[in-house]
């Protein structure tokens, strides 16, 4: 099966990671991916605009299929149209002319799309809230663990405390201010990877820390088996990458109670009262204990090659609903593409190439 693709994301965001994952399953699947250039082109306001007017050009070449995994829907796209959501939290932190235009592409997009895969039920809550046209096009396919491994769960007895990214809906400035109000005393210091400087004045003055950025995947895994916890009070994410990533590895997880977080971590950690810095930390004197066994158990449950068969799936059930494909053939044969270009194809996503019909 000939598949358009949205072209690759650049850095370590959810949707990067998601991409990653899911074209390099469906190319070892034995289909033939074919991207559109990469939105992502540098940061001045020029390279935004160029890198918008990208974003809605397809892939070109005719195609079975196309996947799109990332915002603005390309225009002029005239195959069975596979769609993944992230999230809506754009209502609720864009400008009143960004969010005008978050809306008027989402709306397209749910008009358009064949099907829609959320990563969440938040997400699928969330969208048919906002447009109840998705009701009967959204499924949920939970993410996989992020760019931690399978196998690599590893009890840490450090009394390392962990906090990522520097984004506002992660809360880790609350999470600073909280726990430099009453520092716990299982907390014998901080890693922080990618925070705020304002995160890093809060907590250099009342435990040891350690700082990172721009760290490696390897060493990103290295540092979430260091820690004993993870915390992170954001509820706006789609997913939730990095709870499952610090869950994955090993660590006591410690989020708010929220449905998102109810979803993805439930009781494999500890769901605390959303609140001011002095509120949080009253919830925080004694450490969670939720045993190895269960946090574990709970991680397993997500899986890159659960979530690239589901969409596999889904991409062929659009595909042979539309007639593209013959039903029950698995649309695996390369239309137009012999093996080596097939290969070529596989070889050049892994080395991280970008290849363009």
């Given at each position: 099966m000939r598949i358009g693709c949205s072209g690759q994301v650049a850095g370590r965001s959810g949707i990067g990671v998601l991409q990653?994952?899911?074209?390099?399953?469906?190319?070892d699947a034995g289909h033939e991916l074919v991207f559109s250039k990469p939105r992502d082109v540098g940061t001045s306001p020029a390279d935004r605009m160029r890198g918008l007017t990208r974003g809605f050009r397809p892939a070109r070449g005719p195609v079975d299929v196309y996947?799109?995994?990332?915002p603005p829907l390309p225009s002029g796209i005239h195959a069975p149209l596979l769609t993944v959501v992230h999230d809506l939290r754009w209502v609720r932190t864009r400008s009143k002319i960004g969010a005008t235009y978050r809306a008027w592409d989402l709306h397209r997009t749910v008009r358009r799309s064949d099907a829609l895969v959320c990563v969440s039920e938040n997400t699928r809550r969330d969208l048919i809230e906002f447009d109840p046209k998705a009701s009967d096009k959204a499924i949920v396919r939970p993410l996989g663990p992020g760019l931690v491994p399978e196998g690599s769960f590893q009890q840490s007895n450090s009394g390392l405390v962990m906090l990522v990214g520097s984004a506002t809906h992660k809360r880790n400035e609350l999470a600073a201010a909280a726990l430099a109000l009453a520092p716990p005393p299982w907390a014998r210091g901080v890693i922080g990877?990618?925070?705020?400087?304002?995160?890093?004045?809060?907590?250099?003055?009342?435990?040891?820390?350690?700082?990172?950025?721009?760290?490696?995947?390897?060493?990103?895994?290295?540092?979430?088996?260091?820690?004993?916890?993870?915390?992170?009070?954001?509820?706006?994410?789609?997913?939730?990458?990095?709870?499952?990533?610090?869950?994955?590895?090993?660590?006591?997880?410690?989020?708010?109670?929220?449905?998102?977080?109810?979803?993805?971590?439930?009781?494999?950690?500890?769901?605390?009262?959303?609140?001011?810095?002095?509120?949080?930390?009253?919830?925080?004197?004694?450490?969670?204990?939720?045993?190895?066994?269960?946090?574990?158990?709970?991680?397993?449950?997500?899986?890159?090659?659960?979530?690239?068969?589901?969409?596999?799936?889904?991409?062929?059930?659009?595909?042979?609903?539309?007639?593209?494909?013959?039903?029950?053939?698995?649309?695996?044969?390369?239309?137009?593409?012999?093996?080596?270009?097939?290969?070529?194809?596989?070889?050049?996503?892994?080395?991280?190439?970008?290849?363009?019909?």
């Open positions: 990653e994952h899911l074209y390099a399953y469906l190319a996947l799109s995994t990332v990877v990618g925070v705020s400087e304002q995160v890093r004045l809060t907590l250099s003055r009342v435990l040891p820390c350690e700082w990172f950025q721009n760290v490696s995947d390897a060493e990103m895994l290295a540092l979430y088996q260091r820690a004993e916890y993870f915390l992170m009070l954001g509820t706006d994410e789609g997913f939730g990458l990095p709870f499952i990533e610090a869950l994955a590895a090993g660590c006591q997880v410690i989020a708010t109670d929220h449905l998102l977080l109810r979803e993805v971590v439930g009781a494999a950690g500890r769901l605390i009262t959303s609140g001011n810095p002095a509120e949080v930390g009253r919830q925080l004197p004694s450490a969670p204990t939720v045993p190895a066994g269960m946090r574990a158990d709970h991680a397993k449950q997500f899986s890159w090659k659960v979530f690239g068969e589901g969409c596999e799936a889904d991409l062929l059930r659009v595909a042979e609903d539309s007639g593209r494909i013959r039903r029950g053939d698995g649309g695996r044969r390369f239309r137009g593409c012999n093996d080596q270009s097939a290969s070529a194809m596989k070889c050049g996503w892994r080395s991280g190439v970008n290849l363009y019909a």
